[in-house]
C-alpha cells in the first residue's frame, strides 16, 4: 500500500512562491502519474496538475498554466509542485495522489494547505 505525505505548505502574501512535496513510500513504489490536487473551502476538488511517472509528461489546469511547475525525482519517489506568482484565489487544501495504473487516482495524502494573502 502506498503511503503519500505531503509537505511545504504555509502562508504567503500574493505573488508570492511556494515549493510543495510529497513523498511516496511503500515496500515497492510504482506507478503510472503523481497529481496535485486542490480544495477550498466550500468548492469542489479540483485537478491541479499531474505528471507521468516514467516519461514525466505534464498536464495542468488552465488556472494555474505558466505559474505552476510540476516534477518528479523517481530516485526519492518524490513529486513537486513549485507554485510562483501566487494569488488569493489558489487559496485551497493541496493534496498529492498517485495513480498506479492509468484508470484513477487511488491513494492520497493528507493534504497541506495553502493561504495566500492579498
Not at 68 to 79: A, G, P, Q
Not at 95 to 101: E, I, K, L, Q, V
Request: hydrophobic fraction near 35%.
Amino acid at each position: 500500500q502506498v503511503q503519500l505525505v505531503e509537505s511545504g505548505g504555509g502562508l504567503v502574501q500574493a505573488g508570492g512562491s511556494l515549493r510543495l512535496s510529497c513523498a511516496a513510500s511503500g515496500r515497492t513504489f510504482s506507478t503510472y502519474a503523481m497529481g496535485w490536487f486542490r480544495q477550498a473551502v466550500g468548492k469542489g476538488r479540483e485537478l491541479v496538475a499531474q505528471i507521468s511517472w516514467l516519461a514525466g509528461y505534464t498536464h495542468y489546469a488552465d488556472s494555474v498554466k505558466g505559474r505552476f511547475t510540476i516534477s518528479r525525482d523517481k530516485t526519492k519517489n518524490t513529486v513537486y509542485l513549485q507554485m510562483d506568482s501566487l494569488k488569493p484565489e489558489d487559496t485551497a487544501m493541496y493534496y498529492c495522489a498517485s495513480d498506479p495504473t492509468g484508470a484513477e487516482f487511488d491513494a492520497w495524502g493528507q493534504g497541506t494547505q495553502v493561504t495566500v494573502s492579498s
